[in-house]
């Protein structure tokens, strides 16, 4: 019997299913939940490219080495009445053999590191997974309800006196019509027995719609006795018509935990862009201070050259002995700068190794970082107005704004909608059933329809002032508002960057050019001193001097050479991408039918 009563009881919910979808399927955006598709797609398109700057696309001609730029440089300063004789320029630095705790470090090696172990790329990584936990809460919103429950009472109750009632029955002629009696409840002792199970269906449109069975079982003991048995199938719903109502109402959260989950995986990616660039500028301070090592060292072992070289002419009577105090003087002056460059290079190392936290690599491990990835030594031409359009339409900020911006006025419609009155319509339909003896009867005659109970109706309310409300809409305009301000500011500020980071581009390549000829010049004058000092033209001091102006123009170029590293990695970053050392992607899988990545290639992790 009871598997007879399931199988009609789902037949029942199946047919009142049926019934309702047809409210549903002519509304194709149901199930569409996504954000607004122009920005979603600017999203995934920005999502997947690669993070690489093409400066070839950028640029408006070849670029030019040094050694091509120095003589049209020694032309401008000739005629700005400065000239400088040309020759071939040679780095100051020389390399030293290096120590046998040493790791030879690419830049693109660096990069694979970092975003291996950065550890604040890995919490970054974290808020995307977050973010998804929000759009299923939303979406949680709309799941059914499926309810039951059971009520078992035993009542005895004593003799009761209840209303006064005037008698009418269907014979006119009957002598009951017209006479008034008090009614009095015998003792009675009943068991009752209280079954319903049905299921509640939120809609997107606002409403709700709930299917229920209900099971009634009376048992008359004492009194007169009697049995009576219940059942009804329920079908209702309650919809709004204005308040609460429609399906871009009742999704705007979900689209709304979209946007910002959108937002949030375009910081990630942002958070992975700030890591590598960090880890850029980073190595290439690294650079800086093993040349200024280079420098200090070469300093000191000419100095201490000059001092074997003044103690062998002192000996030998070609020089007065007040020279040897000179040169020692010179060697003393020499290992302060060489202690100062060592620890300098110890706090570099210590900070790259912290931003690639490689197990492999501790904190105060005597393994020395040695910089492989030679500077980009080529100045190039690049068209201004392209590299602004590229930054307008790839820097994330600017997407995150976007993004903000189309919540907000998911955000704000919805408010408005929150302004009207609350209007509901209610309808509720019930086919009943009796019988004295089974469940079964009672369910089969609910089946059959014999009886029924409906009703419709609409219900209202709303607030006297609708202050609250109006004032939670006029908060989010202004909002938006102030957001599209900010927007324009930001374009604002993005120029500014391009503009600033190509102008500091260019200086710090004048820069190079000017060490690289200063570097020149006091190497020959440097040589010529020294060779004066031989002839006894020259003091040791006066060489010192010379030897002193030749590692100043040598840390000088050094430094250049660092900025101007820094400065195309400052370019790249104005435009939201990344100096491509090596190729940059979004981590896809394989199995997607995506290529696998070539050896050389970074993937950012994805979101």
């Known amino acids: 019997m009871f598997a007879t009563l399931r199988m009609k009881t789902f037949c029942f919910l199946r047919r009142a299913a049926l019934l309702a979808l047809p409210c549903l399927a002519g509304c194709a955006a149901y199930f569409d939940t996504a954000p607004n598709p122009a920005v979603a797609h600017k999203v995934e398109a920005r999502l997947k490219t690669e993070e690489g700057l093409p400066i070839d696309k950028l640029v408006k001609s070849a670029p030019e080495s040094v050694e091509q730029a120095l003589p049209k440089f020694n032309e401008r300063r000739e005629k700005a009445g400065g000239g400088l004789p040309p020759g071939k320029p040679d ?65 005895y109750t004593p003799a009761l006196n209840q209303d006064v009632v005037r008698f009418t029955t269907p014979d006119p002629d009957s002598p009951l019509n017209g006479q008034e009696a008090k009614l009095t409840a015998i003792p009675q002792r009943t068991d009752l027995l209280e079954l319903d199970a049905g299921v509640v269906i939120p809609l997107r449109t606002g409403g709700k719609i709930t299917l229920s069975a209900p099971f009634d079982e009376k048992k008359q003991l004492k009194g007169v006795p009697s049995d009576q048995y219940l059942s009804a199938l329920r079908f209702s719903i309650s919809q709004p018509l204005l308040r609460d109502a429609g399906i871009d109402n009742n999704v705007a959260g979900i689209r709304i935990a979209r946007y910002e989950q959108q937002v949030v995986d375009v910081k990630t990616r942002l958070q992975a862009i700030r890591v590598l660039a960090a880890i850029d500028r980073a190595y290439w301070a690294l650079y800086v201070v093993w040349g200024e090592l280079d420098v200090r060292r070469q300093q000191y072992e000419n100095a201490a050259d000059n001092l074997a070289m003044v103690r062998k002419r002192v000996a030998e009577g ?105 209007f509901m319509l209610d309808y509720s339909y019930a086919s009943l059933g009796r019988d004295t003896t089974s ?43 102030q957001r599209l301000t900010t927007k324009q500011l930001r374009e604002l500020s993005v120029k500014r960057e391009i503009y600033d980071a190509l102008d500091q581009l260019g200086q710090n390549w004048q820069r190079i050019l000017a060490a690289r000829q200063n570097v020149l010049l006091a190497g020959l004058n440097y040589d010529a001193e020294l060779k004066q000092f031989r002839e006894g033209m020259r003091t040791m001091t006066e060489v010192l001097e010379t030897l002193t102006r030749l590692g100043e123009a040598q840390l000088r170029e050094v430094r250049a050479i660092g900025d101007y590293q820094a400065s195309l990695i400052d370019l790249a970053f104005a435009t939201g991408t990344l100096l491509g050392h090596s190729r940059v992607a979004m981590n896809m899988p394989t199995s997607a039918g995506k290529p696998a990545p070539a050896d050389n290639d970074i993937l950012l992790p994805a979101p």
């Open 318 to 422: 070609l020089t007065a002995a007040v020279e040897i105090n000179r040169a020692e003087i010179g060697v003393a002056e020499r290992v302060e700068g060489l202690i100062i460059a060592e620890t300098s290079l110890k706090l570099r190392q210590r900070q790259l190794k912290l931003m690639l936290n490689d197990p492999r690599l501790g904190m105060d491990t005597p393994t020395v970082l040695i910089p492989q990835t030679p500077p980009t030594l080529v100045s190039f031409d690049f068209d201004r107005e392209q590299l602004v359009n590229r930054a307008l339409d790839g820097r994330l900020e600017l997407l995150e704004l976007e993004l903000k911006l189309a919540a907000d006025l998911t955000k704000v419609d919805y408010l408005r909608n929150q302004t009207l009155p609350m």
């Open 91 to 155: 780095s100051p630095l020389v390399r030293k053999t290096p120590p046998e705790a040493s790791k030879q470090l690419t830049i693109a090696e660096a990069r694979a590191l970092a975003l291996e172990n950065n550890l604040d790329l890995k919490i970054a990584l974290i808020d995307p997974k977050i973010a998804a936990t929000s759009i299923s809460e939303e979406e949680a919103k709309f799941d059914d309800l499926i309810f039951a429950k059971a009520k078992y009472a035993n009542k």
């Open 439 to 481: 469940f079964g009867g009672a369910f089969s005659q609910a089946i059959n329809g014999d009886y029924s109970d409906w009703s419709v109706g609409v219900r209202m309310e709303y607030p006297v002032s609708n202050e609250l409300r109006r004032s939670k809409l006029e908060r989010a305009v202004q909002e938006r508002l």
